[in-house]
């Protein structure tokens, strides 16, 4: 009797071991994302606090959080894509011999039911990839709120610097309320609902 694998069984073995690669590379390139956030809202929140007439810059950190967080939340969408495909589809072809993707679901599932705060499984307000891209930008915001008034305080601006201001900070207000309910829907995909992009 021959022990190898006829061709539709090596083609869906080639096919997921393509899917694993598009897994890292999203992963790896997801990753890459979180740390430009980390270094662009770093560098931008330097350049502000060096001198009091950079402050407006604070109102760059919620456009680009907004921006990369998106992108996060994009190869995110796609990992859960791959993870589910191989796991209703591809296992099934293959008479049910991958089985790493339901094991790892039902294995977390007591883990991500408990929507625990403070844990990397509590996909919530306080976990820190939200905090690093939502939870920056709301700062930012907060932060140049309270310099622009203090500084207004100290000197009045003219009229359109206080325009131009209050508009770039009702633009990244909006962008961080757009940002946290992308991750809110995600949150909701963790958790077992339907996926959305």
């Given at each position: 009797m021959d022990d190898r694998p006829d061709n539709s069984t090596t083609i869906l073995l080639a096919e997921?071991?393509?899917l694993r690669s598009e897994a890292e590379r999203r992963a790896t390139v997801q990753w890459n994302v979180f740390a430009l956030q980390i270094a662009?809202?770093?560098?931008i929140v330097s350049l502000a606090i060096a001198s009091a007439t950079n402050?407006?810059?604070?109102?760059v950190v919620p456009l680009v959080s907004y921006m990369l967080g998106n992108r996060y939340i994009l190869h995110d969408f796609h990992l859960?894509?791959?993870r589910r495909y191989v796991r209703d589809s591809l296992?099934?072809?293959?008479?049910?011999?991958?089985?790493?993707?339901?094991?790892?679901?039902?294995?977390?599932e007591p883990e991500v039911a408990r929507r625990r705060w403070f844990t990397a499984t509590g996909w919530n307000a306080m976990h820190p990839t939200w905090l690093a891209f939502a939870g920056v930008a709301a700062l930012a915001l907060l932060g140049a709120l309270v310099a622009g008034v203090f500084l207004w305080i100290a000197r009045?601006?003219?009229?359109?610097?206080?325009t131009g201001f209050g508009v770039g900070w009702?633009?990244?207000?909006a962008a961080t309320v757009r940002l946290h309910l992308t991750f809110d829907r995600?949150?909701?995909?963790?958790?077992?609902?339907t996926t959305r992009p």
């Open positions: 997921y071991a393509a662009s809202a770093g560098a402050v407006a810059l604070l109102l859960k894509l791959i296992s099934s072809r293959l008479a049910g011999h991958l089985q790493w993707e339901s094991w790892r679901d039902r294995a977390l009045a601006p003219a009229w359109y610097a206080i009702l633009v990244g207000a995600a949150r909701d995909d963790h958790t077992g609902e």
